[in-house]
């Protein structure tokens, strides 16, 4: 029986209801005015009863704390259950056995184990920190040595831009699950086939934790060019079709963006997801408007 302390539950527990949820995604805030435009967005969020909320881990020292103190004040000022993100990135394991402690004594019990990617160019070469780790599943296995937390790890529907092909890509997410994580987030794609076909090959290898589609709401035309760049996604030409004549037009192009998002989320609730974790920017408004539209608020 996994901790559940805090009074919240897990990750897992938040997931396995039998109604589709949804979850948001964060990054620390940079300066006060950043804080403050995350405060309303979780403020404007935590009414609609999200799953849970997460926390990204970025590559400097400052942020890394504002990772930590973010999500503990996501755990102790509000009634969402917090997960937070922790990367392999120029951290020895001692150093990431005090993070992952202070996350315990936060009262954080969910945490996303991703290795990271090289800071400044993150298709540069890996480096290992000389007393660190190499690949996501050591994290995974270090997290669950370390306390009783809830593991989840990152998916990617394309394949990650550094594997050789899907089949080896695959190996090495079935070997995260097999080092104990408890499910899986994806990055970020346009249309349902890529997700679902890896959701049936996960199955298929005898991998049958939960996996979550990440969703990136398409707001300006930005969200739909640099989306794909970023996370390896195709950028479907009909989709591109249908958005591109409104580039002059910011306003058409996020009615008509919003429209082709809802359209991908009911594909996947359709197939039988148990959750959509949006990517927000910090902000709430489209991740709210959406969670509406699909009927996923708490009644
Ligand atoms: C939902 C989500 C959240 C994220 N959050 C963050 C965040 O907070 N901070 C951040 O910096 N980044 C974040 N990322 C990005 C992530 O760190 C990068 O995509 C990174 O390049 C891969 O991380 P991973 O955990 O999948 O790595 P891994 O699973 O270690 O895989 C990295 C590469 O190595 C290969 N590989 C794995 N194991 C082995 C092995 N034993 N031998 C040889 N090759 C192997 C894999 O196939 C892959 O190509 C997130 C990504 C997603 C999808």
Redesign the pocket.
């Known amino acids: 029986m996994k901790d559940t302390s805090s009074g919240r539950g897990t990750v897992t527990e938040r997931i396995s209801v039998d109604r589709p949820v949804f979850s948001v995604e964060f990054f620390p805030p940079k300066d006060a005015a950043g804080e403050a435009e995350l405060w309303r967005a979780i403020r404007r969020l935590e009414p609609l009863d999200p799953a849970f909320v997460s926390v990204?881990?970025?590559?400097g020292g400052s942020s890394r704390d504002r990772t930590i103190r973010t999500t503990a004040r996501i755990a102790t000022d509000t009634t969402l259950v917090s997960m937070a993100?922790l990367?392999a990135?120029s951290h020895s394991v001692a150093e990431l056995r005090r993070v992952i402690g202070a996350y315990a004594a936060a009262g954080i019990r969910n945490v996303?184990a991703?290795?990271?990617?090289p800071p400044g160019d993150p298709l540069g070469e890996w480096v290992p920190h000389p007393e660190g780790l190499a690949?996501?599943?050591e994290l995974v296995r270090l997290i669950r040595r370390s306390g009783n937390f809830c593991v989840g790890?990152?998916?990617f529907p394309y394949g990650?831009p550094?594997?050789p092909d899907a089949e080896?890509?695959l190996r090495?997410l079935v070997?995260?699950v097999r080092a104990g994580a408890d499910f899986a987030?994806?990055?970020l794609f346009l249309e349902p086939e890529g997700f679902l076909r890896l959701r049936d090959r996960m199955v298929e290898a005898g991998c049958d934790v939960p996996l979550l589609p990440?969703i990136m709401p398409l707001t300006t035309l930005r969200t739909l060019r640099r989306g794909p760049e970023l996370s390896g996604a195709p950028l479907p030409a009909d989709l591109v079709k249908r958005l591109e004549r409104f580039a002059d037009d910011p306003v058409a192009f996020r009615a008509a963006g919003m429209e082709a998002t809802a359209e991908l989320c009911d594909k996947l609730l359709a197939e039988g997801v148990r959750g959509l974790h949006f990517y927000t920017l910090n902000r709430s408004t489209a991740t709210v408007e959406l969670v509406q539209r699909l009927g996923l608020a708490a009644r």
């Open positions: 990204t881990y970025g590559a993100h990367t990135v996303l991703v290795r990271g990617d690949y996501a599943d790890v990152a998916a990650h550094r594997s080896s890509d090495r070997a995260k987030i994806s990055q990440g």
